[in-house]
């Protein structure tokens, strides 16, 4: 059973491109997070999503990033016109449930984006 | 969502116990208690939750003060690849936090051979 996938593991970017990480969740998950590891910062809460739905976008910026799961295919966060402060680690997490009392989330090995 | 308060870091000779300490004066009746791991250039992995009582799996054992104002992760025999962060986190049973985990800084783990 392959775990949390993520791609690209690396990704570098100029300063105004797009940036589109992918996230493939467990098998039998239906339930995605986003997280993202400032340098020397902690982790923080970016969007929780179930298949087609955006459930809570509170750890979003307001600008520039936008997440979907679809139906088919992996989950997307996509970042527009990138800027030097989105360099940081992005990680990926998927559980079975989203109830979060018992849940586990199992994370992916993370994208890490550098905006020249 | 309740605070957790950890030390910074601690460390540890291999092949001894660990006890990392989780302070959670403010945790409520339905607050799940998880622990996580971060080993370098890795993503976060789930190590342990609890309730009430104590907990025991293959990586860890968690015990849990019997006001739940506090817990410790213990590790019984550290291994140099137990070196991580870890992060003690509340989860609230209901509301609409859904299972988002908020990590605070954690405490750096650092294991000696």
């Known amino acids: 059973n392959a775990g949390v996938m993520q791609n690209p593991r690396h990704l570098v970017r100029r300063r105004g491109q797009e940036a589109r990480l992918r996230c493939s969740p467990m098998?039998?998950?239906?339930?995605v997070y986003w997280y993202r590891q400032l340098p020397e910062e902690g982790l923080k809460f970016m969007v929780y999503l179930q298949k087609e739905n955006i459930i809570d976008e509170s750890g979003m910026p307001k600008e520039r990033f936008s997440a979907e799961f679809p139906k088919e295919g992996p989950s997307i966060l996509r970042i527009q016109q990138v800027v030097r402060g989105d360099s940081a680690a992005y990680f990926c997490?998927?559980?079975?449930?989203?109830?979060?009392?018992?849940?586990?989330?199992?994370f992916g090995p993370g994208t890490r984006l550098t905006v020249l | 969502d309740a605070k957790t308060t950890q030390p910074n870091s601690m460390e540890s000779n291999e092949e001894e116990p660990v006890h990392l300490p989780c302070n959670h004066s403010t945790i409520s009746g339905t607050d799940y208690i998880h622990w996580y791991r971060q080993l370098p250039s890795q993503g976060p992995e789930y190590v342990i939750h609890g309730l009430t009582s104590n907990v025991n799996n293959r990586m860890a054992s968690l015990a849990i003060a019997e006001d739940r104002k506090s817990s410790t992760l213990i590790l019984h025999r550290a291994t140099l690849r137990d070196a991580a962060v870890y992060y003690c986190i509340l989860l609230n049973a209901g509301g609409t936090s859904y299972g988002k985990l908020t990590f605070g800084q954690g405490t750096i783990l650092t294991v000696h051979p």
């Open positions: 098998k039998g998950h239906s339930h």
């Open positions: 997490a998927s559980s079975p449930t989203g109830t979060g009392r018992t849940d586990t989330q199992y």
